[in-house]
């Protein structure tokens, strides 16, 4: 990751244990599908354990947000994901986000984690420089459908074009990354997403 030269916040009192770990190519399969987008983010076994379980079922969206910015993921094998952003919460990440998605940026990625609580995309960008965490400033929950921007293990200012979608809710996560998106249409196929899918495109709607 490239240093944007400022100092790397971490929040006192908060062990690794609840953070997100960069995990290195010695413990993370890799395949030929995977090779573009390998810079993955995991979540420690204890961090998983303190998660709230979620009563969601795979049917219901996340919270919309009146009057936001629209954009649809569409998937090679047609599935949509409707997400609205929130520029009012994270400006920055959405900021970041928007001129991705503007520039092509993710079409032909591929969703290279997925587990039983998030689905993950994006790769690793050593010529972006990093995005200043939001996270603190927000009052926004992990709620099943929320989506946030992934980031290094110690340092709050890392994220680049790593996110994340949740499957279920995870409180544990609360503070500690920056939400700055939920699904409003789409989650059966967030649910259905496989190690591997690939992005046909993610644009703008009107």
């Known amino acids: 990751m490239v240093s944007s030269g400022k100092t790397r916040r971490r929040r006192p009192g908060v062990p690794l244990a609840v953070l997100i770990i960069l995990m290195s190519a010695a413990?993370?399969?890799?395949?030929?599908?995977?090779?573009?987008?390998?810079h993955a983010w995991s979540v420690h076994p204890q961090q998983q354990s303190q998660s709230s379980p979620s009563t969601a079922t795979g049917e219901e969206e996340g919270p919309?947000?009146?009057?936001?910015?629209r954009v649809v993921i569409v998937l090679e094998d047609g599935g949509e994901i409707v997400m609205d952003l929130l520029p009012k919460e994270a400006p920055l990440a959405v900021e970041r986000f928007t001129m991705l998605v503007r520039e092509g940026f993710y079409n032909g990625l591929r969703f290279h984690r997925v587990e039983s609580w998030l689905i993950q995309?994006?790769?690793?960008?050593?010529?972006?420089?990093?995005v200043e965490g939001e996270m603190f400033s927000q009052n926004l929950k992990h709620d099943k459908g929320m989506v946030?921007?992934?980031?290094?293990?110690?340092?709050?200012?890392?994220?680049?074009?790593?996110f994340y979608i949740l499957k279920e809710c995870k409180?544990?996560?609360n503070g500690e990354y920056t939400i700055f998106a939920c699904v409003v249409e789409g989650m059966d196929v967030v649910m259905k997403v496989k190690k591997g899918d690939e992005i046909k495109e993610i644009r703008f709607l009107e």
């Open 171 to 173: 409180n544990a996560l």
């Open 121 to 130: 995309t994006g790769k690793k960008d050593t010529e972006l420089e990093p």
């Open 148 to 162: 946030g921007m992934a980031r290094l293990v110690d340092d709050y200012d890392s994220a680049t074009t790593q």
């Open 64 to 69: 919309e947000a009146p009057d936001a910015p």
């Open 27 to 38: 413990t993370v399969p890799v395949t030929a599908a995977d090779t573009d987008a390998v």
